[in-house]
């Protein structure tokens, strides 16, 4: 009895050592970074005065009242952007995906192609693909849909691949024992059992683009971006908090539109 | 009607799933296969309608070679096979009809069955067909929202819309409780006798064999060791369908 009670004692000062020794290398890393990068630590203590700068700055004052009519303007442009390139990119994400998907490609090579492509799309950072666009298709809208509409392409395959796989072999054969074709399986089986998935990963792509367009913007000189980036370097700052207040309540409502949307869809 | 010979198939190209596995299928006649899990029933099943493709062997259906049609004939071939699954495999967010009518989508073009255009013909049989499980009155119900025995009777119904030959059904009351059982197995009788449908059945359960089967197949390590009437099957045969190989026997000897 008595050594079954040491078992367990031992057992947790084993976990409290194990523990205490994550925790103490999380200490020297975080020393030996400090040190890497010179970064003085007490620094940290002056926080609250750059705080109160930012509040005294940015916080929109009767001035900036009058950008009003031009932010939600731009607003509306960059929102519409990130919306055409969502839903451009889930089309053909779709499709890629049905072929790509394990337990529907055609040929296992073009499955290993597309989960390379949707690789190679999805880890180019989206400042990145903007810059690079910038070059062929220069300021313009075109350029922030085409930098979110890759990015997404990416993003949106290889969800749509794992959501097809997670939907297995069995349904899919189940048609196929009646006689169907293959685009009749997708349309009357695949399509109908995952649809809701798919406006989830969807609704969560347009949220995540709103946010996304606001920064390719600031490159391209496009939309919301574009006129935060000219308030903030001609010094109207009252303009530009106002600006960033305006998308942070445009992702709000996105993200409360879509909760709605998919709540009504389950 | 149908008649298999010397099937034989291996899932990893070295242990045999399926050893030389021959037997035929009458027509209005329910033929069940019994025998232990893992002892390859389910791949016999599926080999019929060549969902697992199978090594070697012949499947005369109807006096051809399922297993030499091309991809256009054996969609033709599949459309006179029904088949029903231990998990239903309906769509589930679809209505009762919309599954019972999938059952024509072999007969239909691409397109058609792309945008459910459906005839009248095929809208009245698919209607008369719910009527006939018992389930007219659910024809608009999502199928998630059905009971197990309600998911099978939709695909019995998905079955027959095919206007099968015959009907594969793989473990159909595994997942079912007693009272559905005997509703799903009394169709399924019923359909050989008034029907002339041939039933194929994959079973567990022998007693449900003895009630509802004509001929019995059992299956043991891939390999067939009953195949006769139901009323020959004694104790002794039963006991021989479900005995472990003597490497096993041993094992579970030593276990209790």
Redesign the interface.
Known sequence: MNSDVQQVTNFFNTKRLRLSIILVIFGLAYIGASIGLGFQTQSLLNVQAGIAWLIHNFIPNEASQGYWNEIIQQLFRTFIVAVASTTCAAVVSLFLAIIGAQTLTPAITVSWVIRCLSSLLRNIPIVAWAMILLFSFKQNDLTGFLALFFMTLGFLTRAFMETIEDFGTEKIQALQATGATYLQVIFQGLLPEIAVALMTWILYMIENNVRDATLVGLLTGTGIGFIFNLYFKSLRYGAAGLVVLSVIILVVAVELISNLIGRLLS | MLTVKHLAKSYDGEKKSLTDVSFSVQPGEVTVIIGPSGAGKTTILRSI?Q?IRDDDGEILFDNTDIRQLNRAQL?????R???I?Q?Y??????TAI?NVL???????S?LA????IYRNREKEEALKLLEKVGLAEFAYQQCRNLSGGQKQRVGIA?AL??QPKIILCDEPIASLDPKSTITVMDILRDLATNDGISVLINLHQVDIARSYADHVIGINNGQVVFDDRIQALSDTAIASIYQKDANSEGSVVHEF
């Open positions: 309608n969902l969609r033709q071939a599949r459309c096979i029904g088949m699954f998990n495999n309906l769509i589930e967010p679809l919309e999938h059952g024509c989508l072999g007969t239909k691409n069955g792309i945008f459910s998905r819309m095919q």
